[in-house]
Every structure is written in structure tokens, then in C-alpha cells.
């Protein structure tokens, strides 16, 4: 990034396709660079109510202390309201028994559409990165994620009533982004714990990536040029599965899904694995467990070709005569009513 402004500028110009931000942007910042980056970023921009976030995760102890600390000094040397809140991570994932970076992540997105909601602000901004957006395509290529999955992150999604989530740096390099706060001569923050192995998307940020960039040094940009066009490729499958759910579901049995099997048959199976999908999400059943391997075993029973399979949450997914029916399995039921 050759000047002060290209950063600016380029913020601007994701803001326009985003987000009508003048209404104003509840920007996350856990002290890091990319996140203080996109905060100056955005204050030169200008035109917009800007607040700011931070959850103290209390994962790394005086640590996690001290990055809010900081954030809190620079938001009062620029003049910008800050508020902080402090969570418990490790305790709260044992507790749930998720997983620790699940966790964190679900009460960081939850903690910042209720507050957003509460300042009346319509937007949450992230500091997510062109090299974020990399790593997350390949990490979910690794784990034979589809077309879905390979879409990366989100540009923007609905995060609470009337707050959208927007992550305008996508189009911005971890490296660029340094040089505009160097150029700035802004601090930030560290996390050491970004260097630890023990995490597997650290190990693609810092063995897997740089072998293929050995291999092709631009390989950054492609990965983010196939969420690009997965995007849109999706898109036009997602519509279409909607359209097949509405015409192929029946009145529902408790808390089984009915669909009617000959629809589903006659649809071809990447669009049944993304009605499917669409189901899952729709009822709220565990989907992180899920593989394109799993979608389409239940593809392959919704379209007769299998009589059952039992899948992860758990569901069961079975052909009876000329339905097919989706659920929680018996021993699922009979816990949850055990639970309440």
C-alpha cells in the first residue's frame, strides 16, 4: 500500500457496496492490528457514528487484561465511546461442552448484535482480512467442506434484528494493513497466541500457506478469488433449493420434517444436499459435525437410493413409503425431555 490514503479509500469504496453506514458502525476491536487498523481506517473515512467493542475473553489472564486496557486508551485518545465486557471463555465452553474457539467466537457475534441493538447502530465491523479469507477456504477445503463451505466469509450476514454484520477488509492484505498503521506510527496489540501450533488454523497460517506459496506465490488471491465465485455460484443453487423445499415439504410430525420422496428424486443430488441444508439450518439442529460426506449419505436416503442413516446431532434421516422423514432420533427426544 503505497499511501496513507489507500487504505481509506479502499474502505470507502467497500462501505458503499455493504452498507449505507452513516447511520453508524459498532466497530469490534480486540486491540490487534487489523482490527485497530480498520478502526483508523474507518474515522478517516468519516460520515458515520462510530463505537467501539471489545470482549475480554480472559483466555491469555494479564494478557487479555492489558489488550483491553490499550483499547480502551486509544478509543479515549481518539475520542471514541468504548465498551468492553469481560467472559469467562473456558469456563462457559466446559460448561457447554463446545468447542473453546466455537465458544468464543458465538458470544463475541451474540454480545456485539445485542449491543448494537442497544446504541441503536445497524452495523457490526470486522477486521477480517484478504489472508483470513485465504486461510478460511483452504482450512474448509482440508476438511472437504462443498460449494457452501468454500464461499469463505461472509462479506456481510444478518447478525440480530435490524444489525448486519459487515467485514469490509476482505479486499485488504494483513501486510497492508501494517504499513497503514506504521504510516501512522499507531500501535497495537500481539497475540501470542496466534503463534501456537496446537491450533490448526495456525498451522495453516504458518506451515501449510507458506509451502504453497512456495509452490505459487499468489495463491492467497486465488483461494480468495474461489470464494469469490463460489459466492455466486451458490447464490443461484441456494434460490433453487428453496423453491424445491416449499414445493416438495409436507405438514410435519412433531418435531419430524416430511418431504415428499418423488420431488426429491427427481432434483439433482447437489441440490438436494442443499435443501437439506437449508432444513438443518432452518431447525436448528447441530451442523458442525456436518461433512459434504454426511450431506450427501442423507442426499442419497432422501432420494431412496438407501432406506436410513443416522447423522450427527444425531438426526435420522429415512424413506417410509413415498415421504421421506428428517429428525431428532428417539434417544435424542427422550433426552431432551429427560433435560427439561
Same mark, same amino acid.
Given at each position: 500500500?503505497?499511501?496513507?490514503?489507500?487504505?481509506?479509500?479502499?474502505?470507502?469504496?467497500?462501505?458503499?457496496? %455493504?452498507?449505507?453506514? /452513516?447511520?453508524?458502525? %459498532?466497530?469490534?476491536?480486540?486491540?490487534?492490528?487489523?482490527?485497530?487498523?480498520?478502526?483508523?481506517? @474507518?474515522?478517516?473515512?468519516?460520515?458515520?457514528?462510530?463505537?467501539?467493542?471489545?470482549?475480554?475473553?480472559?483466555?491469555?489472564?494479564?494478557?487479555?487484561?492489558?489488550?483491553?486496557?490499550?483499547?480502551?486508551?486509544?478509543?479515549?485518545?481518539?475520542?471514541?465511546?468504548?465498551?468492553?465486557?469481560?467472559?469467562?471463555?473456558?469456563?462457559?465452553?466446559?460448561?457447554?461442552?463446545?468447542?473453546?474457539?466455537?465458544?468464543?467466537?458465538?458470544?463475541?457475534?451474540?454480545?456485539?448484535?445485542?449491543?448494537?441493538?442497544?446504541?441503536?447502530?445497524?452495523?457490526?465491523?470486522?477486521?477480517?482480512?484478504?489472508?483470513?479469507?485465504?486461510?478460511?477456504? @483452504?482450512?474448509?477445503?482440508?476438511?472437504?467442506?462443498?460449494?457452501?463451505?468454500?464461499?469463505?466469509?461472509?462479506?456481510?450476514?444478518? %447478525?440480530?434484528?435490524?444489525?448486519?454484520?459487515?467485514?469490509?477488509?476482505?479486499?485488504? /492484505?494483513?501486510?497492508?494493513?501494517?504499513?497503514?498503521?506504521?504510516?501512522?506510527?499507531?500501535?497495537?496489540?500481539?497475540?501470542?497466541?496466534?503463534?501456537? %501450533?496446537?491450533?490448526?488454523?495456525?498451522?495453516?497460517?504458518?506451515?501449510?500457506?507458506?509451502?504453497?506459496?512456495?509452490?505459487?506465490?499468489?495463491?492467497?488471491?486465488?483461494?480468495?478469488?474461489?470464494?469469490?465465485?463460489?459466492?455466486?455460484?451458490?447464490?443461484?443453487?441456494?434460490?433453487?433449493?428453496?423453491?424445491?423445499?416449499?414445493?416438495?415439504? @409436507?405438514?410435519?410430525?412433531?418435531?419430524?420434517?416430511?418431504?415428499?420422496?418423488?420431488?426429491?428424486?427427481?432434483?439433482?443430488?447437489?441440490?438436494?444436499?442443499?435443501?437439506?441444508?437449508?432444513?438443518?439450518?432452518?431447525?436448528?439442529?447441530?451442523?458442525?459435525?456436518?461433512?459434504?460426506?454426511?450431506?450427501?449419505?442423507?442426499?442419497?436416503?432422501?432420494?431412496?437410493?438407501?432406506?436410513?442413516?443416522?447423522?450427527?446431532?444425531?438426526?435420522?434421516?429415512?424413506?417410509?413409503?413415498?415421504?421421506?422423514?428428517?429428525?431428532?432420533?428417539?434417544?435424542?427426544?427422550?433426552?431432551?425431555?429427560?433435560?427439561?
Amino acid at each position: 500500500m503505497n499511501s496513507l490514503m489507500s487504505l481509506p479509500e479502499e474502505l470507502s469504496k467497500q462501505l458503499n457496496r %455493504l452498507a449505507q453506514a /452513516t447511520d453508524g458502525i %459498532l466497530v469490534a476491536v480486540s486491540g490487534g492490528a487489523d482490527s485497530v487498523a480498520l478502526l483508523r481506517g @474507518l474515522l478517516i473515512v468519516g460520515g458515520a457514528r462510530i463505537e467501539v467493542a471489545h470482549l475480554n475473553h480472559r483466555l491469555r489472564g494479564a494478557e487479555s487484561d492489558d489488550d483491553e486496557a490499550f483499547v480502551r486508551e486509544q478509543c479515549t485518545s481518539l475520542g471514541v465511546p468504548c465498551h468492553s465486557r469481560t467472559l469467562d471463555i473456558s469456563a462457559l465452553a466446559q460448561s457447554a461442552g463446545s468447542n473453546l474457539e466455537d465458544e468464543a467466537r458465538r458470544q463475541r457475534y451474540q454480545w456485539f448484535g445485542e449491543l448494537a441493538t442497544q446504541l441503536g447502530l445497524p452495523y457490526v465491523a470486522t477486521g477480517h482480512t484478504a489472508d483470513d479469507q485465504a486461510e478460511t477456504v @483452504l482450512f474448509r477445503l482440508m476438511r472437504g467442506a462443498g460449494l457452501q463451505g468454500l464461499r469463505g466469509i461472509a462479506r456481510s450476514r444478518p %447478525l440480530a434484528r435490524n444489525v448486519t454484520l459487515i467485514r469490509p477488509l476482505l479486499t485488504t /492484505t494483513r501486510d497492508e494493513l501494517r504499513e497503514f498503521l506504521s504510516d501512522l506510527n499507531q500501535p497495537h496489540r500481539e497475540d501470542r497466541s496466534n503463534m501456537d %501450533l496446537g491450533f490448526s488454523r495456525n498451522r495453516i497460517r504458518h506451515v501449510v500457506l507458506p509451502i504453497l506459496k512456495y509452490e505459487s506465490p499468489s495463491i492467497g488471491d486465488h483461494l480468495c478469488q474461489v470464494a469469490e465465485q463460489a459466492t455466486a455460484a451458490f447464490s443461484v443453487i441456494e434460490a433453487d433449493a428453496s423453491r424445491l423445499l416449499s414445493a416438495a415439504e @409436507l405438514p410435519r410430525a412433531g418435531s419430524t420434517c416430511i418431504l415428499q420422496r418423488q420431488k426429491l428424486a427427481e432434483a439433482p443430488p447437489y441440490l438436494v444436499c442443499e435443501v437439506l441444508r437449508s432444513l438443518w439450518q432452518r431447525e436448528g439442529w447441530p451442523m458442525g459435525d456436518m461433512r459434504q460426506a454426511n450431506w450427501e449419505r442423507a442426499a442419497t436416503v432422501a432420494c431412496s437410493a438407501a432406506p436410513a442413516v443416522d447423522l450427527p446431532g444425531p438426526i435420522r434421516v429415512q424413506t417410509v413409503g413415498r415421504v421421506v422423514q428428517i429428525g431428532p432420533t428417539v434417544e435424542s427426544r427422550n433426552a431432551e425431555r429427560r433435560a427439561t
